[in-house]
């Protein structure tokens, strides 16, 4: 192996990265350069382990601009909870976008990919939630839905939280983790409607089959993403729920018609709009956003290659200030 070849642990990577305003920033332009145009990004192979409740997603992008690009092999095992172990696993290898030779593999373990969905729920918070979130709700209680919540109040500093889970202890450790880590009350509620009904800005980060969000819970000044569903079989939005909105948007419309809600509503024959526009080209000004504070708005992720890319290559940059930084303070 190559002596250039630079190999980050999860440890290494946690010095690099952490969830900040500059790395929502990061994966914004992830979504302008989707929306740009020119981005290499061929579809997502999943790999379903339904004996193990598991799947294995493999990503990648190449952005015009950017020296590298990464492959991502990610992991998601749903029983690990009942081990003590993570739900998400996985790595990055990072090859030169100009000579194809590997730059650095990033055993990460899942963090980047964790970071960066969580950096792209608070860009659609940033461009579709209502001006005012007093109050946000996240359905989920897992790692995922901490990260949202503190992604989502990053651009949208609401005052309280609401969990709900279909375990209700789970819930409940969720919102005391939620008040301390951001400050606020949070509140565990038993019924996901009242979350939904009491919130501005609602998350759903679950890997539900059937909708654990229905159509008529949607009130006016309501912003939605829903980031659980990335495989043929997921579904967390009422399909309905779609059509009803004033806008959804998706993250990457061939993606979502197959792996995300929206395959939901095309497969029950609900959906007789044009097809919806992606968040980035929301970003860029070629589609309006939200057009009041009282509207719907729907925003679908299923998470992209071009974040794996642009996450992989910031955290290079980033690893190598701090290796610099290290080296000048022990001269």
């Not at 968040?279 to 719907?296: E, H, K, N, W």
């Amino acid at each position: 192996m190559p002596d250039d070849i630079r190999i980050l642990t999860e440890a290494d990577l946690r010095k690099a990265v952490t969830l900040d305003l500059g790395l929502v920033d990061v994966i914004e332009r992830a979504f302008v350069a989707l929306a740009q145009g020119g981005v290499v990004m061929p579809p997502v192979l999943s790999m379903d382990l339904a004996t193990q409740n598991g799947e294995v997603d493999i990503k990648t992008a190449c952005i015009p601009g950017f020296d590298s690009f990464a492959i991502k092999i990610s992991t998601g095992f749903f029983g690990n909870a009942a081990l003590g172990l993570p739900s998400l696993s996985g790595l990055m290898v990072v090859f030169s976008a100009h000579t194809g030779q590997v730059r650095a593999v990033l055993l990460d373990n899942g963090y980047l990919t964790d970071l960066r969905t969580a950096a792209a729920g608070a860009v659609a918070a940033r461009h579709l939630a209502p001006a005012d979130v007093s109050t946000a709700g996240v359905i989920g209680t897992g790692l995922q839905a901490r990260l949202q919540m503190q992604a989502a109040h990053l651009v949208r500093p609401f005052t309280q939280a609401l969990v709900w889970g279909r375990d209700a202890d789970k819930a409940a450790l969720c919102a005391d983790d939620l008040s301390r880590t951001l400050g606020i009350p949070a509140q565990a509620v038993v019924d996901a409607e009242e979350l939904v009904m009491r919130s501005q800005l609602v998350i759903t980060t679950t890997p539900a089959r059937a909708p654990v969000l229905q159509a008529e819970w949607l009130h006016p000044g309501l912003h939605v993403t829903a980031m659980g569903a990335d495989a043929p079989d997921k579904n967390e939005i009422a399909p309905q729920a779609l059509v009803r909105a004033d806008l959804y948007a998706a993250d990457r419309l061939s993606q979502v018609e197959v792996l995300g809600e929206f395959r939901s509503a095309l497969a029950a024959g609900l959906w007789t709009k044009a097809p919806p526009p992606e968040l980035g080209t929301i970003i860029v000004g070629q589609v309006p956003g939200r057009v009041d504070q009282q509207a719907i708005t729907i925003a679908d992720l299923t998470g992209t290659g071009a974040q794996d890319t642009a996450i992989a290559s910031h955290v290079l940059g980033q690893s190598v200030r701090i290796d610099t930084t290290a080296r000048h303070l022990s001269d």
